[in-house]
């Protein structure tokens, strides 16, 4: 019976079986006769959030530009749907085609998340391929790796043929071209991967290996062939107005995380948070133009028939001509009735003029990232806002109506004391005050949601070398919070689990060591870690048992500069002594200023045009 056939009879008894049917609006078929190499892009998590992904849409329809290549989708299949799949013995099968996995060119997955290598494994497994790639031979697909999570590639190492490290409109189609004459060479496999690690931001992981001291620390990182790249630097798309943008998104049949079209306003921040990878990993700093934007925000809402368009970035009110771009869009949005929005808004830079254009069409919460609750700590972590930025733009939000407001902060800071959690509190207390101040004190629409995560150090930033709180430590921090917070009336206090937040340390900063806790893990159960309902850290705990593997060698080790990193050899292009350097600042409590107001020497004009307005 054909596949097509199992899934007419098994979708009706799944929830949401529109996740498994491909089909949408804008998505793309193709005669597979005609196709010379098949990619998959493959999301480690469920339909509604993988469809959410901005680089799903760019690489998709990138890729399908290319007659001779094929790209296809697939996700990680919820709970019921898995169980029925193995049950019936139904290979994960791509959604344009219906083709099992195995068959493919090429799999590529997006690592967004640490806690969803777990479901590469588990999809791998649902595909019939072998999880390490030793065991696999000619007959298997090339597995492949990209996004934020792969410049420490190393847990996966033993799992994944190559990673792509930087942007990838331009070289996966490269790639792809290459597989298409290695297919024709009938050459060994080894032979393609010896051919792409010459690529820039390719790294392969079986031309490299490491050794180890007596105290568990990398001794040295060594490469296996003398032709191997000594470093591997990220791709940089150099020009935003020339790189690759989709005139349409595929349309889902159901709601997902985020219904919407999407514009990409600007790459990189000048912020230099210390604790914020993506600030380091996504520079230079490069904008695209607002003829550029309009015309990509008129191709989406001819194309796709979204309600709301979002203009993103990691700061999108830093853009140089906010108020003019969304001033020009809001008056093409507003006749249509479609809303606009901006997240990742800066407290001390974003206009009021620009939520008054945003509030003509929908008026939605805000989100305020203060990271920390006084001004020592936020000096520490080069978080450039005062209190007197918060309270104004607060006292500013009210006036024009807004009465639901997130805070996010950050716990388990470097050097952060209980005086400063006392100083999130005190936060929230001088906001309620603000707001009866503002407006009528019987109000009661008005709702103050205070959120915590948890600090994790990541690869490649001032903080890397910082050692996590223990989960002790943060859960009694969050108690403390709680207890304050609860007492307030209309704050809400949220807060990220801490035995996740242990599990993303471990796997960010660990080296290729992790690949066996990852299958033991597997063995275990373990999927769907980022789920709170799926879970199971005293699983996690007896895999790293299994792999006689200590996971607070990862998480809690206090490193040294001299210490041998996993991710040394991946080159952001920003230098380690511009991170030890802005380390030493922390611990002396100096800020460094915006580079727009001066180069900080980071290295990233080294390497490529740095575009800092």
């Not at 290459?178 to 024709?184: G, V």
């Not at 008005?446 to 859960?475: C, G, R, Y």
Request: charged share 30%; proline share 4%.
């Amino acid at each position: 019976m054909s596949l097509e056939k199992d899934l007419e009879r098994i979708l009706p008894k799944v929830e949401k079986p529109a996740r498994y049917i491909g089909g949408e609006v804008n998505s793309i078929n193709k005669n597979t006769d005609e196709i010379k190499s098949r990619f998959v892009f493959a999301f480690p998590d469920i339909y509604e959030i993988g469809m959410s992904h901005l680089g799903l849409q760019i690489l998709y329809f990138v890729l399908n530009l290319q007659k001779d290549i094929f790209c296809e989708r697939v996700f990680a299949p919820a709970h019921d749907m898995e169980n029925i799949m193995r049950e019936k013995k139904i290979p994960l099968f791509s959604l344009e085609s219906k083709t099992p996995l195995k068959e493919a060119d090429v799999i590529g997955f997006t690592l967004q998340y640490e806690l969803s290598y777990s479901n590469i494994l588990n999809m791998l497994d649902l595909s019939d391929i072998p999880l390490l790639s030793k065991d696999r031979d000619n007959t298997h697909p090339f597995i492949c790796a990209g996004g934020p999570c792969a410049y420490n590639p190393e847990p996966l190492a033993d799992i994944i043929d190559f990673f792509i490290l930087g942007e990838g409109e331009t070289i996966n189609a490269e790639i792809m071209k290459k597989h298409i004459l290695w297919k024709e060479s009938g050459k060994d496999k080894f032979e393609f991967l010896k051919e792409i690690a010459q690529m820039q931001g390719v790294y392969v992981p079986s031309l490299y290996d490491a050794s180890y001291s007596d105290d568990h620390t990398i001794q040295t990182l060594d490469k296996l062939y003398e032709w191997a790249p000594d470093e591997i630097m990220k791709n940089i798309e150099p020009d935003l107005d020339e790189a690759y943008y989709p005139e349409k998104f595929i349309v889902p049949y159901i709601d997902v995380v985020h219904n919407r079209a999407v514009v990409e306003i600007f790459r990189g921040c000048t912020r230099g948070c210390r604790f914020c990878q993506a600030g380091i990993i996504y520079l230079p700093v490069r904008e695209r133009s607002m003829e550029k934007i309009q015309e990509i925000a008129d191709n989406l809402i001819k194309n796709t028939g979204h309600e709301e368009m979002s203009l993103i970035s990691l700061s999108s009110s830093d853009y140089s001509n906010i108020e003019p771009l969304v001033t020009s869009l809001m008056s093409k949005c507003g006749d249509e009735n479609i809303s606009l929005s901006l997240p990742s808004l800066r407290l001390d830079s974003f206009s009021f003029k620009v939520l008054e254009e945003i509030q003509r069409v929908k008026k939605s919460g805000l989100t305020f990232a203060p990271e920390a609750g006084t001004q020592r700590l936020r000096n520490v972590i080069n978080k450039n806002i005062t209190d007197d930025d918060i309270y104004n733009a607060v006292e500013n939000a009210f006036k024009l109506g807004w009465g639901n407001i997130k805070f996010y902060f950050m716990i388990g800071l470097p050097t952060e004391t209980y005086e400063d959690l006392d100083g999130i509190v005190d936060i929230a207390k001088i906001i309620v005050d603000i707001f009866y101040r503002v407006r009528d004190r019987k109000s009661k629409k008005m709702n103050i949601t205070i959120s915590t995560s948890n600090f994790v150090p990541k690869p490649h930033t001032p903080f890397q070398w910082v050692p996590m709180d223990d989960i002790e430590a943060l859960n009694a921090k969050q108690k403390y919070l709680s207890e304050k917070l609860k007492k307030m009336k209309h704050v809400t206090y949220n807060y990220h689990d801490t035995e996740t937040s242990f599990l993303e340390a471990v796997l960010a900063r660990g080296d290729r060591r992790i690949g066996r806790v990852l299958v033991e893990a597997f063995k275990q159960g373990c999927k769907f870690d980022g789920w709170r309902e799926f879970f199971d850290f005293g699983k996690w705990m007896l895999a790293f048992q299994a792999a006689q593997i200590d996971p607070y060698l990862f998480s809690h080790r206090d490193r040294r500069y001299e210490d041998v990193l996993p991710w040394d050899y991946i080159n952001t292009g920003v230098s380690k002594e511009f991170l030890i350097s802005e380390n030493e600042k922390a611990i002396r409590e100096d800020l460094t200023l915006d580079c727009r107001n001066g180069c900080t020497n980071c290295g990233i004009n080294k390497v490529s045009d740095c575009k800092v307005w």
